[in-house]
């Protein structure tokens, strides 16, 4: 697991840029885009169970759902902010990608650190130092367990139906 640390205010310019918002829509054609104009090592090297870390309002800007398509779709485990956007914030939720607020965690963290998350129990150790975060609601960790909320949605209507 790599982690992937970005300042403050990385917008969603920054994650997928807006010159490709409408000619990419599938997670085939957004992953070699993402943080192209930030990090252009990250599409290449990017490997499932990363993690990024990041400072304040991390996924501002526009309501694009690319760039969290994008991130669910290289595998990254959680991003790890400061603080987060609202809007993109519920458009991770809406995708299945977790995403944990522990400015502590952020200002812990230094490169090439040892990291260890604990979703489910809300903890995370950075260089050897356990920090505490709120603890996902269990309806968030189902989403993400079925692959974002379209899927979760209709899981629950099936059962629910049986259709």
């Given at each position: ?115 260890k998350l604990d979703i489910e129990n809300g903890k995370i150790e950075v260089n050897g130092k356990t920090f505490s975060f709120p603890k996902l609601p269990d309806e968030i ?23």
């Amino acid at each position: 697991m790599k982690v992937w640390k970005y300042g403050d205010n990385i917008n969603t310019d920054m994650l997928f840029p807006g010159k490709y918002t409408y000619t990419c829509s599938t997670a085939e054609e957004i992953k070699p885009h993402l943080l192209e104009d930030l990090d252009s090592s990250f599409s290449k090297d990017v490997s499932e169970g990363d993690l990024i870390f990041a400072g304040i309002n991390f996924g501002c800007g526009s309501s694009r759902e690319q760039p969290v398509v994008g991130l669910k779709a290289v595998g990254i485990k959680a991003i790890v902010a400061k603080s987060f956007a609202r809007i993109f914030y519920r458009a991770a939720i809406n995708q299945g990608l977790v995403l944990i607020e522990c400015e502590s965690a952020v200002k812990s963290y230094s490169r090439n650190g040892d990291v260890k998350l604990d979703i489910e129990n809300g903890k995370i150790e950075v260089n050897g130092k356990t920090f505490s975060f709120p603890k996902l609601p269990d309806e968030i960790l189902a989403i993400r367990d079925a692959g974002g909320l379209l899927p979760y949605t209709r899981s629950k209507l099936k059962n629910k139906y049986n259709f």
